[in-house]
């Protein structure tokens, strides 16, 4: 009971420092309301970067994206064990309200890209949890 609390309380630290990354920035304020950008052209921002030469840069907001959902979706998975489908659905519709408070706050660049990105580090993390706690019962059957 106590590793589930602790747990949980890491899970709500983790999604306080994701939104504080996305959506509260520094950059926030009243003057910015409604000021976002929105771009719904799939890589339209990795494209460019990649043909000027920019591969760090490219993989690091590529990556970044994907790696910062993974613990998400391994939570969900750990405590309600939903389907896959499941998962990504509430990664997608979490990643869809960062995007959109990026938008109404002025704090960020709301993509199509992060939608796909994130929804797919969701299933990445949820797959991996799925994927560790089988290894975890076969390796305890088999002791």
């Known amino acids: 009971m106590k590793k589930r609390r602790i747990i949980t309380i890491l899970f709500i630290i983790y999604i306080l420092i ?22 719904a052209k799939f890589m339209r921002e990795y494209v460019p970067l990649l043909k ?23 939570y969900l998975q750990w405590r309600k064990q939903w389907k896959l489908k499941t998962i990504a659905v509430m990664g997608l519709f979490f990643s869809l309200f960062i995007e959109t408070m990026q938008y109404v706050l002025g704090t960020g660049v709301s993509e199509l890209d992060d939608l796909i990105l994130n929804t797919l580090g ?9 994927l560790w706690v089988r290894w975890q019962c076969k390796r305890k059957t088999a002791d």
């Open 18 to 39: 994701l939104l504080r990354m996305t959506v509260f920035r520094s950059n926030m304020s009243l003057q910015r309301l409604l000021s976002g950008t929105i771009n």
């Open 52 to 74: 000027r030469g920019y591969w760090m840069r490219s993989l690091y907001l590529f990556g970044g994206n994907i790696v910062c959902f993974i613990p998400f979706g391994m």
């Open 122 to 130: 969701t299933v990445i993390g949820a797959g991996g949890m799925l």
